[in-house]
């Protein structure tokens, strides 16, 4: 997500602009993670410490473009230096394109991956726009451009790469200038704190027979599964989801519990779903969390604590992309 234009027509900081109460970045970043996108980025200007702040309260990484003066290809740059070495390609969306929806952004991802080499492009009503969704194979000509000059350059040196996916025209409107801004009681976009958060019910409560009882929990408390299934890990699966873990001394009995028996994962979604499922699940050693808590309830120890549940919307992206493929998800 680009926001770290001056936004000189708007009077300064645009992306920081609230429509009906919730800035446009933070619009477009949420709606970014309800979709199947392994990593959502939020590239802000290097002094922006209120974007920065806003990147911390949704709980996404934010990055510098380096000197936001020279205009877009700065963003462009820095979002492209920090893609995985293994991704596949990269959306850059904007902070002005606050009524994009989820299922926007996941047409085009859907085309990318029914023609991964191709350049996947918004259309609205005939006519070309943004976001636009690179392959990985242009990233290097993306660290070329320099300016005012965006990934449209692009584009256009490799129109015949390019596949135009059409979307709502009223989806698609750009909030540029002040005399664009809607009406405080113009129609807004979906609730502004959905959420997805990553669950897993570990061996311990698998074995145990707890299943039946922690989804009921998990519904009760107002979270909506929209996907779920039972995996039994292999060691590889489990190093790779714990790799943030790897230097702690209990890293090496962790991926033995966590191969030792199937596991149930599932994706949660509702308003504010990564605080709201880490209350119900209580602190990682049972013998601290809350009565009630879903490790109160069914955890045997710190190790064997039943449940896993994202730390961060950032870490849930990531997390479900480990698990599930976009398809697997279902709307509710
Ligand atoms: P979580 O986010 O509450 O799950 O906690 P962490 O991310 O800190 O730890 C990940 C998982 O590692 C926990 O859920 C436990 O299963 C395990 N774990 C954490 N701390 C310890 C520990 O001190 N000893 C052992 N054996 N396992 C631990």
New binding site residues.
Partial sequence: MLAAGRGRRMGGAKHLRPLAGVPLAERVVRALLRTSAARVRLVLAPDDAAGRALATRIGVAALAAEDPDEGRAASVRAAVRAAASDSRGALFALADQPFLEPDDFERLFDAFRAEPGAIVRAEYGGEPGSPVLFPADCFAELLLLRGREGGRSLVERRRERVRLVSLPPEHGRDLDAPEDWPAESAPLPSAAHMERTFSIV?PDAVRGRKLGAILEAIEASGLTIVATKMVQLDQPKAEGF?A??KE???FK??VK??TSGPVLVSVLEGDDAVARY?KL?G???PAKADAGTLRKRFAT?????A???S?SPDNAQTEIAYFFSATELVKR
């Avoid at 120890?301 to 604590?305: A, C, K, P």
């Fill in positions: 570990k714990y943030v873990h702690r001394p209990f009995d962790l519990f966590m880490r699940m602190a990682t050693d120890n710190i190790e064997q604590n449940v896993h549940g730390d």
